[in-house]
């Protein structure tokens, strides 16, 4: 039984409990062994980045300092959090800054887990042959959206190619479900702005949904679960959006009605068409 | 050793070298990776700025065809084509090349080596925010150039109605790793621009650039000329191209103005940089040279190791004339380590006779062809080859030979490389398959043979000394390669000391004054000071020049003349300097101590230059300027500076000292429009409104520095010898490959003839000798042969042939009363022999009894 060390990060506990809540569900249906990290904190989120630069490493620095004991790579289902993380991550590595930072935390990194985002996990051929015994069985077409927070900066990152990323595209076409090319994958959505200027946001949203509306496609499938909220939020085309562990829960069949009950555009059409189409 | 000379590389400057070293008796072998000779030649529709082509002045001798072929037709080149070239290898006095080439792996050794393998193209996939290598509508800039073509030749139908071009793909990017300028994208792409306009002048064309670079001779004005066809251009560097799924149309997204732009277009070109060549690459690094340092500048010189020469764009990324003026110069280099030995003067053949036995001919022709011909002729034989043909000729005795053939172009060709079998040339035409009434054509070339009367080869003897007019950096460097060719040289310098302006910057001195002394030790160097050029006569071959002192006068008879009269710095262009706070660049190193104490420098770019008036770019001045700023604020760096510019021209390397300029907080500022000054209290006041931003900056600064330019100094020299100039800049023969040629015998280098860099400057006239001892060594000129001639019995002197030529190629003879041609420049027209009264001009191959006898046959 694979074990995977897992930080879900304030989000998915509270307006994205239906992203926590399916990740955890199909991880365990893959018998995967989630070990959370224990005692974690939030990971710093927008807030400690415009406020102080060393709060910004060093609060998602004592996330990874107190993963190290559960010694296996950590997933992360949330972009910002996996970002932050990342950075911290970045200056561990550095000779200079981790003195620093060891300091400050009163600990010594003699083993750095690796960080991946979640999507990386489905990516693994082991998972990939399960879901693709999965698969749907009839058409659907949707749009991969992938946002900033998992791409850039990619000198941090070096994960996927910020301007071509390609890991949900794999994991829904593996299901069998067509994903459209489009041109805004990794477009901003507006990110923090929509509590502070909505506006700009709505015009980013619009521009995100009527694009891939204009590609033929019936839904975006997110893994950000602020792009997710945004996108829903701040439209009014009522173009459902999902997480794609939502979209796995279904072709598994282990999906539950308190996810769709979370979502702001009501997903149920499409719902009920996924699992007509459900092999 | 194997071989004197090998070329990795077949481009413009491998096959520049290749030529020069030729001609000179050296021997080379050209490894060429490719299937086609030429590197990039046979991709491109038409060059900058002539819009025509114009590659075979490349040649130092007179251009017959297309040089790619001239280059398997010389016998001093070979060439080997889909050679892979796997290692070099050091040796004693040498390099071992190691390649593969139809399946089998070589091995030659070499006394020298060039690497002019030239670059790669930024492969624009590696940019997918641009669309690049996903969208089938975007495209890059070499691709569009088969498009062009395509387009041209309606092959293709392009029914795009606005097209984008992005510049600086792959260049200018530190995020990928390429910090250098490529130099000629630019220029590439208003060319494209312009081919485009003028094929579909509906078309609405756009350009987006970060500067537009058009430092070259005559470049500023092709840009004006694009700008006035109604091409577009937007200094905004392209943030993303995205295509619009309902529309399948490009979104452009860019800045206008410091906000964020959307545009739409249905088409977008991606002028890719050049990229650092990956074969070069492994190969330095297989000699255990450093390579990485060359993605900072480049090598410091030429011959990176001994017998090991990097020319063109392996060097840095160059254009056109530049890279041919880099393989003459890389040509010079290889020259020093080799003796040339002077013709043999040849004897003329005199056969003057008409041909005795006259056969027909044909090679290789469709077995209907032939039969329909034998119908008419039927003494006329088929052959196989041309060994056939001159076997054919041998054995009956033929001295008169009319030759039909479906590729006249390739058989014409090797008839004459063989030197027409023995036949005389008057005495051997050749007619293709594809005439109208071919059988009457046949008939009457046959009766021309018959009757024609054959002529000697005008041949002239080259008087073995060059004149170089100007001593300054040019006049020298001339002098001394000439010099150590085993050439005369004798230096006419106006003033009383040799090394021109460079004589007065302090930081010059020493090596100019190094210079001076070796051309003073050199007894092949004749230097004539205090000397003025009055007046020339003569052609090419025997110039007489006369010169004139304040205590003699003096004739020199030269057979070839480099005019190197250099530039002037351009003082008092922009109105108010005033020499004490507002004064030239030029004055930077006399001011320098008063200068590092200002707290405010503005220094203004293009201060008179490229206006309505002056469109010209003086080349040097954006990075000399940088370079200055970047000396003040070394020594104190406090100083605030201000350059106001309309573009930043540091291409190449050069772009590594605008980016630390920049680091250094320097500020620089595009104008929109002339900046307002004012002087007020010791202190200049600049108020100048920012492009981009349309920011108004207000300045006040306690120095002003203008980059004024060097203008050339050619109004005497002009007048002289009869010359066309552009911007006062001397204009040559064909701007494109023979930049340094004027007119038969008359040279110019330096910045007379454009605008050079100090470096460039030497590297121009290292490069020009070569050209000119191609044409000394010979020691003779054959004249072309399709040229007018006199019979002076029947010239009466009237001059009617001298006011109808159109290429001034006649003149009076200096001994008779009589109208002469002068072959050189003599282009075949027959407009003289059309006004010549007394039937005394004639053409040779259109002799009147000649022709009035085909004519007869013909009817």
Redesign the interface.
């Known amino acids: 039984m694979q074990e995977i060390t897992y930080y879900p990060g304030c989000t998915l506990k509270t307006t994205a409990f239906e992203y926590g809540d399916s990740t955890l569900t199909v991880l365990s249906k893959l018998n995967i062994k989630v070990n959370e990290i224990p005692d974690w904190n939030c990971c710093g989120a927008a807030s400690a980045k415009s406020l102080d630069h060393r709060l910004s490493i060093l609060i998602p620095a004592r996330n990874i300092r107190n993963a190290c004991s559960l010694k296996s790579d950590i997933y992360v289902p949330c972009a910002g959090c996996y970002n932050n993380l990342m950075k911290a991550k970045r200056a561990i590595e550095d000779n200079k800054k981790r003195l620093e930072v060891e300091k400050e935390l009163n600990c010594k990194f003699d083993y750095l887990p690796e960080i991946y985002p979640l999507m990386n996990l489905f990516l693994k051929d082991e998972i990939r042959g399960v879901l693709r015994s999965n698969k749907f069985k009839g058409s659907l077409k949707v749009a991969a959206y992938y946002g900033c927070a998992f791409l850039r900066p990619e000198e941090v990152l070096r994960n996927e190619h910020p301007e071509l990323p390609k890991s949900i595209d794999t994991i829904l076409n593996d299901l069998g479900i067509e994903t459209v090319e489009w041109p805004l994958k990794n477009f901003c959505c507006g990110g923090d702005l929509s509590l502070a200027d909505s506006a700009i946001v709505s015009k980013l949203v619009d521009k995100i949904i009527s694009y891939a509306k204009e590609a033929g496609s019936e839904a975006i499938v997110t893994a950000c679960p602020l792009c997710q909220a945004n996108l829903e939020m701040r439209q009014n085309l009522n173009f459902p959006v999902f997480y794609f562990t939502e979209i796995i829960g279904i072709a598994m069949g282990v999906d539950k009605d308190i996810w769709w009950k979370k979502h702001l555009v009501d997903p149920s059409n499409l719902v009920k068409k996924l699992k007509e189409i459900k092999g | 050793m194997d071989r004197q000379v090998v070329i990795i590389g077949s481009g413009f400057a491998g096959s520049s070298t290749a030529f020069h070293l030729s001609r000179l008796g050296i021997r080379s072998l050209i490894l060429e990776r490719n299937e086609k000779l030429g590197g990039y030649f046979p991709t491109l529709e038409m060059q900058f700025p002539t819009n025509s082509c114009g590659v075979c002045f490349m040649k130092p001798d007179y251009p017959a065809y297309c040089p790619y072929i001239e280059l398997e037709r010389d016998e001093n080149i070979e060439t080997v084509t889909n050679a892979d070239i796997k290692q070099i290898k050091k040796i004693d006095n040498g390099y071992k090349i190691i390649y593969e080439a139809n399946d089998e792996v070589h091995e030659i050794s070499s006394n020298n080596v060039v690497l002019a393998s030239g670059y790669d193209t930024f492969d624009i996939s590696h940019k ?2 641009l669309g690049g290598g ?1 969208y089938e509508n975007v495209t890059s800039a070499l691709d569009m150039e088969k498009l062009i073509y395509q387009i041209r030749a309606h092959m293709y139908d392009f029914n795009h109605k606005r097209i984008a071009y992005v510049q600086c793909v792959g260049s200018r990017d530190l995020r990928i790793g390429k910090p250098y300028c490529s130099s000629f994208c630019c220029m590439f792409a208003i060319k494209q621009a312009m081919l485009l306009k003028e094929i579909k002048p509906e078309l609405d064309i756009t350009i987006f650039y970060m500067d537009i670079r058009a430092f070259g001779k005559d470049y500023e004005r092709y840009y004006n000329t694009a700008k006035a066809m109604g091409i577009n251009f937007i200094r905004s560097a392209v943030a993303a191209i ?5 529309t399948g149309k490009l979104e452009i997204l860019y800045t206008k103005n410091g906000d964020a732009v959307e545009d739409t277009f249905d088409f977008a070109v991606l002028s890719q940089g050049a990229d650092f060549k990956k074969t070069t690459e492994r190969l330095l690094k297989g000699l255990n040279i450093n390579f990485d340092q060359f993605k900072e500048k480049p090598f410091e010189n030429r011959e990176i190791e001994e017998g090991l020469f990097i020319a063109g764009t392996a060097f840095e990324p160059m254009d056109i004339p530049d890279a041919v003026t880099d393989g003459a110069y890389i040509a010079a280099l290889i020259s020093e380590r080799y003796d040339f030995k002077k013709k043999e003067l040849s004897i003329p053949q005199i056969k003057h006779q008409k041909a005795k036995k006259i056969g027909i001919a044909t090679i290789n022709l469709q077995e209907e062809d032939y039969k329909r011909l034998r119908e008419h002729f039927p003494e006329i034989i088929n052959l196989k080859d041309l060994m056939e043909l001159e076997y054919f000729i041998k054995e009956n005795g033929i001295d008169g030979l009319c030759l039909v053939v479906d590729d006249i172009r390739l058989y014409g060709a090797k008839a004459e490389q063989n030197g027409n079998f023995g036949i005389h040339r008057d005495s051997f035409i050749t007619i293709p398959l594809k005439t109208n009434n071919l059988i009457e054509e046949i008939r009457s070339a046959i009766q021309r043979i018959r009757s024609v009367q054959r002529h000697r080869y005008p041949v002239r003897k080259i008087d073995q000394r060059v004149a170089v007019v100007g001593g300054g950096l040019a006049g020298i460097y001339s002098a001394l390669r000439l010099s150590r060719m085993g050439i005369d040289v004798t230096i006419i310098e106006r003033s009383e000391n040799l090394g021109g302006r460079l004589i007065n910057l302090p930081s010059r001195k020493e090596f100019i004054s190094n210079l001076i002394e070796r051309v003073e030790k050199e007894n092949k160097i004749e230097v004539l000071k205090g000397f003025g050029l009055k007046s020339f006569s003569g052609r090419f071959g025997d110039f007489k020049l006369n010169v004139e002192s304040d205590r003699e006068k003096r004739t020199i008879n030269c057979g070839a003349i480099i005019i190197a009269t250099g530039g002037e710095e351009r003082r008092n262009v922009y109105g108010f300097e005033d020499n004490d706070r507002v004064f030239s660049f030029f004055d930077f190193e006399k001011r320098y101590n008063e200068l590092i104490k200002a707290k405010t420098i503005v220094m203004l770019q293009c201060a008179g230059s490229r206006t309505e008036e002056n469109p010209v770019c003086y080349r040097v001045c954006c990075t000399k300027a940088i370079e200055n700023a970047l000396k003040l604020k070394e020594s104190n760096p406090d100083i605030e500076i201000y350059i106001i510019h309309k573009d930043v021209r540091t291409f190449g390397y050069r772009e590594n000292l605008y980016r630390s300029a920049r680091a250094q907080g320097i500020s620089f500022i595009r104008m929109q429009k002339e900046p307002e000054v004012l002087k007020n209290n010791g202190l200049i006041k600049v108020k100048v409104i920012e492009e981009g931003t349309g920011e108004e900056f207000n300045i006040n600064s306690d120095y002003m520095l203008l980059s004024t330019g060097i203008d050339p100094v050619t109004s005497e020299i002009k007048n002289i010898f009869n010359l066309e100039t552009l911007d006062g800049f001397l204009s040559p023969y064909n701007k494109k490959s023979g930049l340094m040629d004027i007119k038969p015998g008359i040279y110019a280098t330096g910045l007379c003839l454009n605008p050079l860099y100090t470096d460039d400057i030497i590297k121009q006239s290292e490069a020009l000798p070569v050209r000119v001892a191609v044409k000394m060594l010979n020691r003779e000129i054959s004249m072309r042969f399709n040229t007018a001639f006199v019979n002076f019995k029947y010239c009466c002197g009237c001059e009617l042939c001298i006011k109808a030529c159109p290429v001034s190629a006649r003149y009076m003879s200096d001994e008779e009363k009589i109208a002469v041609v002068d072959e050189t420049l003599c282009e075949g027209c027959g407009t003289c022999a059309m006004v010549c009264a007394n039937k005394a001009s004639q053409h040779r191959l259109f002799e009147h009894k000649s022709m009035l006898k085909t004519i007869d046959y013909y009817i």
Do not use: M, S
């Not at chain 2, 995205?242 to 309902?246: I, L, Q, S, T």
């Open positions: 997918p925010e996903i995205r295509k619009r799924p309902a």
